[in-house]
Nanobody, 115 residues
Framework: QVQLVESGGGLVQPGESLRLSCAAS????????MGWYRQAPGKQRDVVAT???????YYADSVKGRFTISRDNAKNTVNLQMDSLKPEDTAVYYC?????????WGQGTQVTVSS
C-alpha cells in the first residue's frame, strides 16, 4: 500500500513552465510502474507519462518534447517537468502507482494554462 500526494499545480500563461511533484508515503524503489495522468472537465482520465523502476519512460504524443518525467528513489518522489505549456494542458493532474497489481492514486493537483 502507498499514499501519494501531488503538489506544484497552479495558474500559468501559455509558454510557461510548471514542475509537479508526487510524494509517496513509502519507498518507491520497488515500485515498477509510476506515472502521471490528467483529466480535463468532461473528459476521461488519460495517461501523460509513465516511468519504470529502471527508468524507462513513456509519453503521450501530445506532450512529447515538452514534458519530462523523472523519479528520485532517495526522496520517494516522481516529478513531471512541464515546459511550453498550452491551454489544452489544462486539467487535474494525478499521480499513480501500481503495487502488487493494485492501483493507487493521489488526490490530484489543478493545472490551468490561460492568458
Amino acid at each position: 500500500q502507498v499514499q501519494l500526494v501531488e503538489s506544484g499545480g497552479g495558474l500559468v500563461q501559455p509558454g510557461e513552465s510548471l514542475r509537479l511533484s508526487c510524494a509517496a508515503s513509502r519507498s518507491i524503489f520497488g515500485i515498477n510502474a509510476m506515472g502521471w495522468y490528467r483529466q480535463a472537465p468532461g473528459k476521461q482520465r488519460d495517461v501523460v507519462a509513465t516511468i519504470s523502476s529502471g527508468g524507462s519512460t513513456y509519453y503521450a504524443d501530445s506532450v512529447k518534447g515538452r514534458f519530462t518525467i523523472s523519479r528520485d528513489n532517495a526522496k520517494n518522489t516522481v516529478n513531471l517537468q512541464m515546459d511550453s505549456l498550452k491551454p489544452e494542458d489544462t486539467a487535474v493532474y494525478y499521480c499513480k502507482a501500481v503495487v502488487a497489481g493494485q492501483y493507487y492514486w493521489g488526490q490530484g493537483t489543478q493545472v490551468t494554462v490561460s492568458s
